[in-house]
Structure formats: C-alpha cells, structure tokens
C-alpha cells in the first residue's frame, strides 16, 4: 500500500484553514488544524516562500497569496493589492523610519488595509490603528489625494454621497468651489496635505490623534488602486521637512506598487 506524505496533507490542511478564514493569525490556523505551532510555523513559511501564502504588514497575520487565486475563494480586489503594497510599504519605512498606511474607498469613508505602523522606531509615537480603521474623505491628505487624481465620474459619486451626509466632517461636501480649489491645489502640489482642523479617524469616533501626514495616489493610467501615505507626530517635523526628506521615497514608492501591479493579472 501506497504511503501518504504527512508534511503535504498537513500543508493542505494549512491551506484549507486559510481558504475558510482568508485572514488568519497563527492561533486560528492551529484552532482550525490542531497542527503543532512550532511545525505549523515552517509549514506557513514553507508556503510563504513558494509564493503560496502572504503575511499582512500591520498585524502578521496569514492570507492566501494571489499567487493561489484558483485554488481559494475570490478575493477582493483591494486586498490584492494590499498584499502587492506590502512588501513596499516595509521598504519604505526601513529607509525613510515614519511609517506608511494604504487606504482605499469604504462608502462614506476610507479604511486601512494595510500599515507598516508596528514596524516603525517611531511606533512608541504613533497610535496603531488596525486594519479597518475609518478614515474621513474631505479632511485627510488621504482622501484629499484621491480624490484630485480619481475619475470625475467617481469623484463625483463619492462627494454626492457625503453631500446627503449631515455629518459636521463633511461640510466641505456642501461648499464645491471651496472643495474644487482644495482638490485643483492638491493636483498641482503633487500630494494630499491634513485639512488643519483635522483630528484623525472618520467622524469624531476617537480622540485627535496629534499627527501630521503626506499622502500620493496609486495613480494608473487615470485609475487610481488607493492612496498611501507618510504619517509622523506633528511636533516632530515640519510638513515642508517631511516633503524634503520623504516625498521623493514616498512617489517612488507608489510608483513600484503600481508597476508591480501592472505584472498582476485581472489587475490592470
């Protein structure tokens, strides 16, 4: 009788747990799987490394590579790219030590998909908001950076749907020359700036978070994937400091995402 091979059923059995919980930490996989952790971990790695199994930046937890898209569920699209700015996002935070977020569309707000926040010297600094966390449209440099490079078609969508809001945070909604200039200034500058009454966060949910940010968009061919950003602690630096220092990494970085996902299929 033919003999199974137990390293391979167990990293079947990995890769089933991933394909019933697509984000997963360490401890989920062994609740699913009862696999030892220590042999689990270099399963993971194992996979890891055959470009099978991808780690989220912010939290390390464990998803089904693109690389695998046949074999798992449909996965949202910007969690593909998620998984594509990653590895840049790490980069650019070794080189420039403020840390970087990816933010995309979520309705009436953005959402973090991914963040090299825990991976910062200034983490100690910088509050960690999770993957998920909301973020304002009108008032961030993130939003502000979208939305200046985005389609008219879906700007236009996006600020008809704040407009209905009677959220203080989306005044701007309701006075378009004013909103028109903000977003015509941040297309010139090159980069999305903090409105300067802004606290952080989506609509008055946490307390102000005392930072500053820049942000570019993922900008292809007229579409854009989402934004990222460069975040630090408003006493720390000065926005033009920042700009000096950060802004040429923080495009190029944008730029290789990008580039990368143009290599991608169903991405382009």
Known sequence: MTKTIRSLERGLQALKALHATPISSLHDIYEQTRIPKPTLLRILLTLEQSGLVSRRLADGRYRISSGLTRLGRKRDRYDRVAETAAPVLDRLCQKVSWPSDFMVPAGDHLEIRESSRTHSPFMIYVNKDRIGTPVNWLLSAVGRAYLAYCPESERKKVIAL????????????????????????????GYGLRDQTFAGGAYGTQSPDGLAGIAVPLLDR???????????????????????????????AAAEIVNSLRKRPNMT
Request: charged residues 30%; proline residues 8%; aromatic residues 4%.
């Open 222 to 252: 007229g579409r854009v994937h989402g934004v990222i950003n460069i975040i630090w602690p408003k006493p720390a630096r000065t926005v033009e400091e920042i700009v000096t220092q950060c802004l040429p990494s923080l495009q190029a």
């Open 162 to 189: 704040l407009r209905k809001s009677d959220r203080p945070e989306n005044w701007l909604a309701k006075d378009p020359a004013r909103l028109d200039a903000i977003l015509s200034e941040t297309k010139k500058r």
